[in-house]
């Protein structure tokens, strides 16, 4: 588990997994039709879903199908690329901290800052090894706080009761910036969370097997609050005094971040960073 150094009363926590295939749901259907059995629909795998928002060479690769229906699911907080070639360099020295525009956003999405990009290389040349992802973290043990009254609670929203940083304050500068580009960004295109420890609080860090692309399966909406209409389902200790409406917005809870992805044979970079949203079912 890793908490980012976010100035603010919850911990935002990750885990690290790998990215494998995985389908999404597909729908069937059955004809009459003497002799005539029909063709199988393509089914969509979290390796189409990463290819997709690859390289061109990569995108290619998907099934044609297959790659409109995923399209049709992207809801992007920012461009999906730049509007125009800019050089990795040209965001990595913007501080985090300083007054942004929009545009300085969007860059630091496109082109993160150097350490990322960085890290970003490592895991791609390291062959998707996620020890290459633990050398990076600080080995100082950092006990979970006592998050707006989980302990009270009972309600325990790590698997551990420790969590780490990464070495590089930099990096952990970029995840304090991800979840509030998120928040900021969200209503934009339907989704609206709060930093709280009910709703927006962790994401997922992977590596994805096949490129060994860095990227974060954020989670927004992780407690709904339990309602005997809509949402009659009993989550445990960490459910409880929850006030997050089960609605249309849990389409959108899930929210992919991808780092810019280098190539594994030259110096260059194959595709930007993304971060869109995709819909459920």
Known sequence: MMGSSL???FAVLFSISLAGAASFATTTFATSLPFFKPKPKPKATVSD???LLGSHQQARSVNSQVARELRSRFKFLVPFSPTQRLRPESSSARRLLNDRNKRDD???IWWPPAPVMELARLAVD???DPGAIHIALDPTIIPVP???GTKEDRCELTRTPYGRHFINEELNSYLKFLFEIIVQRGPSVGLNVSLNRYDFFHGHLFLAMDSGRLGILFHAKEYPAYDKEVFPYNMGYCQVGSNVPYDDGM???NILWLAPLPSNSTKSWLAPGTSPLFISG
Do not use: A, C, F
């Open 7 to 9: 100035p603010l009363k």
């Open 49 to 51: 879903l990463l290819s």
């Open 106 to 108: 969007d860059e630091l």
């Open 126 to 128: 390291s062959g998707g």
């Open 146 to 148: 006592d998050v707006e």
């Open 251 to 253: 389409n959108l809870r």
